[in-house]
């Protein structure tokens, strides 16, 4: 086939000409033009201060430390990247340096050959990350280091939970439904939820699937791909349960997750709603959506998501996921070093004290400046497991499939067995 | 009558395909020997003939070969499933919810924008004064771009909160509560209001220069006759501009088959696909999901639809222009 | 016109009213936008509909001193003049022959840029940034972004201007050529010049196209070569928060295109009239 061959005499190529230009391959810049010269591209996602300025001084940090290593950064817009890369791996065309969320996505770029196996270079980072790391592994080998792994919860504004008289966060579902109830009574829009970009109303159902499916019931399910299990049924109901309520933020169908101060994460910030279930991103989040940078500052809280009566799963289990730092195949071998160099005391200790992220290398543990986030760290250390997002575990196709259905759950227009129906079908057009 | 057989700028189209008339307008006389005119021909078309074939043509014939594999974006692709993206394409409840939703607009383009088009356009053709400066108003929206004026109108539109709202809720009466975007029943209509607001300029824009095409005299003599403004406009102008009229319907009926940036940015296809169009199908399967194969295949399905569309259009309306002038 | 002409066509108050209404409901979004930039972020808040009380002017001039502004307002400007400069030439260079050439073929050469008015972008978009970015290495470029541009803006091109040539009298062509002038010549010197209106027509579209795209340049910019539209979208994200600096941004964004349109507006009304005259 006519693009197979081109493809391949273009890797030949790329790797033939790796010690005069990486221009031509993986990173599309021509600023090195001395001989030693080596430019690393790297893409992020941290477009907000104080984390784009961080990571500025971090590269400058690593070109000092290695004369000749030129890095030059993208900081960019969360969506913007992830459908710019996309596009670049459609084309080849990747950043030295970038993102991976993990799963069925990093499954499908290892198996095209794009990512490179850092197992034995940066063997002393994974060991010192430990289980984490398992969700960057295909077939035993680590592909990505993970630089921030959060779990999800609801995030709240203590002030309004006050005003509501509520004294303690709720622990299971019944309780959620009367602070809920409470907190109408007040006068107060419970909960924000961004269901115009899917995902956020998704997790709702993945959090009630930890609840109600056992563990085995899940991880036969990530690699079977099998969702017969009743429990994935049960998870809608508890869904409609909660959507009964109307707890929800006016037009939450088309509320988007975290752009602008009418999103989701906005009407938390700007104290419109008393809570929002996110990631543990949303402190970060929030201070880029209110005029002085704090978010909700002193009245943030956390609670995790409630248990579910009669549910198989372990109430202390989490929903989570995180990013990691992946090299493209066709990068020059400093990349390796700079990725590894994000892993460091030192990097990760500022990236704690930004409050850009739960740090994953343990020596930063304690530098976590943001209390809340800094809970969250023992909440996701004292988990039994952490059930990587579903949409990501199982990949895009599949994972687009059900989150799809589950935003027509929210707008009533599913029913918890078409849920699972749907999901199932994508499934079977994967094998 | 000689303006009976004006058309519009695409009227000649198609139909000239099919009848041929044009030929009587063009000096049937070669110049030059065979081989120099087609050389004088081949200079002439080249350049346009090699951007088509290399930006239209190529990444086209490449979607269809992509309609033809399970493919997910990179990698090589080698995984051949024949008809089957097809298949699952006209399966899709939300791809055959996302032509419903097509032909909605080009039904409602019709029936709403082509008379308020109309009605402004022979309003700013009439001799009142700032008639230029209100011409020029009219094709603002036109001029402004997707992404900005889907800025501006997401933040009217907020529930609650956004202008409109307040102002409802200020004169009394309650907006729906889940917001006009948000509401499942009326985030199309809504759509719809803000996409004639974005694209009426440019159907003021054509009837006005058919207008202008209207000689005086015709208006004058009807004035005579004793006809009012009104019936002047219905009985001399209307009809005159009948041909820029389809012509325009003809541009209305392609783009609202092909909308795409003003629903992305306002709704993504939300809430509960109510408002996804093919082309947000199959970006949305594309770059989102990453099943390119059944987004070539949908892309395929939205190319022939258009052509059936625009050829019935051509056989049905536009072969008025051509029997009035035979 | 005669004086009694003029009083035929005129307008009474119910006309002017109208027009107001017309004005109010075309221009309100974008005056909420313009004004808005004149507003804090609380003003926007207490009262999303109010007036600027008191007129705040540190957005615009924020925006106005920003060089990405500057930087994104040159991309876009260097990219639409290339996208409009290809596509009007390449455009009338084939219009010409399919308007005023009698040869086998023609119809179906005509066909050929009919059929593409039928393709969105976005249904090659991915194949293209493959095109673009590897096999020409043109990925951020001002012509990797222009030309296609330019090749999807050809069909509207080709169609106006066709019947526009067509129209041209032919009187005017028979005297050049017994003059000795050859076709070409006649391309340059007459039908060029007598094209102008509807060149400005196409030029316009083409130009107000580019200026506003956004899914290309997005796949295919990055850094400081990105355009307007791109800058208003990453704008509005990282600068969420201040609605009213983005609203400035956005209305900054938007006048360029305004102005260009404005200026030209007559022209293209006698352009179509041209093209729509057949």
Known sequence: MRSKTRRAALAALCAGALTLTAAACGS???????????????????????????????????????????????AMAHEDMVSKLAAGFQSGDIPDVYMERGGGELADHVEAGMVRDISDAASEEIEKIGGSVAGWQVDGKTYALPFSLGVVGFWYNTELFEQAGITAPPTTLTELGDVVAQLEDAGIDPISVGAGDKWPAAHYWYYTALRECSEEVLTDAVTSLDFSDPCFVKAGEDVETILGWEPFNPGFLTTPAQEGATSASGLLATGKVAMEMQGHWEPGVMQGLTDDGKGLGDKTGWFPFPAVDGGAGDPAAALGGGDAWAVSEEAPDEAVEFVKYLLSDEVQIGFAENSMGLPTNSAASDSVADPALAGLLEVRDAAPYVQLYFDTAFGTSVGGAMNDEIALLFAGEASPEDVVEATQAAADQES | MTHEGATGPVAPTLTAVVTRRDERRVAPRPVGTGWRQRLEIVMFVSPALALMAVFVLWPVISAVRMSFYRWKGFGPMDQWVGLDNYRLVLQDEVFTDAVMHNFTIVVLSILIQLPLGLGLALLLNRRIRGRGLLRTIVFVPYVVAEVIAGVVWFQLLQPQYGVIDTVLTNIGITPPEQGFLGTPELALPTVFVVLTWKYLGLAVLLFLAGLQGVPDELYEAAQLDGASWWQTQRSVAIPLIGPTIRTWAFLSIIGSLQQFDMIWVLTHGGPANRTTTMATYLVEQGTERGNYGIAGAASVLLFVIAFVTAVAYQVVVMRRDTAVQR | MTQQKKAFGAGGPVVYVLALVVVALTLGPVLYGALGGFRSNEQLAADPAGLPDPWVFTNYSEVVTNSEFWRYALNSTVVALITTVVAVLAGVMAAYPLARYQFRGREGLYMVFVLGLLFPAAVAIIPLFILVTRDLQLGNTWWGVALPQAAFALPITVVILRPFLMALPRELEEAALIDGASRVGIFWRLALPLSMPALVTVGVLAFVTSWNAYLLPLLLLQEDMRTLPLGVADYSTEHSADTAGVLAFTTIAMIPALILFLAMQRRIVGGLTGAVKG
């Not at chain 1, 591209?41 to 000092?64: C, L, Q």
């Not at chain 1, 430390?65 to 890095?71: C, F, S």
């Open chain 1, 28 to 74: 599309d810049d021509d600023s090195s033009e001395d001989g030693s010269g080596t430019t690393i591209t790297w893409w992020h996602n941290s477009n907000n201060e104080p984390g784009m300025g961080y990571y500025e001084k971090v590269a400058k940090d690593f070109e000092a430390d290695n004369p000749g290593v030129n890095i030059e950064i993208q």
